[in-house]
């Protein structure tokens, strides 16, 4: 069993429910134990950073030394919250003045302090990938998933050392783990462009045209499912998808599920589920 401590970000267990709900069992097949952070705060979610870089960054000190102090690396569902997460924990590794004054905060509310040399996050991707393995992974599928499906990885955790041996650049490793899965995965040209969560409210067209674009994309791809490895990108992509279609003319109905939901169904968890999702989705996007 592979113990990792378990950030679920900002959404996993508010609005994207069913993250939480499919990362457990999935998880417990496959090997993986998910310790608890008791207590975790949110990443900021790179909002906060806009207006404040140093509150955002105690936040996510505070989480790094609550799992620090438990003595496991962290895992995540969310591609934001691993990039929020590498990004601080880059910064406090290369900036000891940074670090001294998340401290100072930190021992001040909390009385915990970070050594940030002792701890790692990866996003469940990497982690299946790199440390449990796709031959152990698609020896577990009790589902093959039999469809062509377009893989959105987002913008957030595609810099190096951030997505574990995978390509920053060109990503496979959602492709690869999607094929172990008895998948089809399509190739488009989008699948690491941003589709602007975090301006959802302030830049609403040009963000919905950012959406479109990913959507549409993976649609002419010939996907027939979009899987998200972003829970924050994902409501874009699933519940605006319809008012993206309008605003920038093209057509943007495609189920899209989240990373875990699909893992799950794979391997045998949740199946009624996936099927009322799809639904869902493709009654939004019509």
Not at 18 to 45: F, R
Request: hydrophobic fraction near 40%; proline fraction near 3%.
């Amino acid at each position: 069993m592979v113990k990792y401590s378990y950030y679920p970000g900002n959404v996993a267990r508010q609005s994207s429910r069913e993250v939480e709900d499919t990362i457990q069992p999935l998880c417990k097949t496959l090997g993986i134990e998910l310790i608890e952070i008791v207590g975790y705060n949110s990443d900021g979610g790179n909002i906060i950073k806009q207006g404040n870089r140093e509150l955002q960054l105690a936040l996510n000190a505070r989480n790094l030394a609550l799992a620090e102090k438990k003595g496991h690396d962290i895992i995540t569902a969310c591609a934001s919250a691993q990039g929020i997460l590498h990004e601080s924990l880059d910064t406090f590794q290369n900036d000891e003045i940074a670090l001294a004054s998340a401290n100072r905060v930190l021992e001040k509310t909390t009385g915990l302090t970070l050594n940030a040399s002792e701890i790692s996050s990866s996003h469940l991707l990497h982690v299946l990938v790199d440390e449990i393995g796709l031959d152990k992974v698609e020896a577990a599928v009790v589902n093959p998933l039999d469809l062509d499906i377009a893989c959105y990885y987002g913008p957030h955790m595609q810099r190096k050392g951030a997505c574990g041996g995978d390509d920053a650049w060109n990503p496979t490793y959602m492709e690869q783990l999607i094929t172990a899965l008895g998948g089809r995965p399509v190739e488009y040209k989008t699948k690491t462009s941003s589709v602007g969560n975090p301006s959802l409210l302030s830049l609403g067209d040009t963000v919905m045209k950012m959406t479109a674009r990913v959507l549409n994309d993976a649609k002419k791809a010939g996907g027939q499912v979009l899987v998200s490895a972003c829970t924050q990108s994902h409501s874009n992509l699933d519940s605006y998808q319809g008012k993206a279609g309008r605003v920038a003319n093209k057509d943007t109905s495609i189920p899209v599920v989240n990373l875990t939901e699909i893992i799950a169904f794979a391997l045998g968890h949740f199946t009624d589920r996936f099927a009322q999702l799809r639904t869902r989705a493709i009654l939004i996007g019509s």
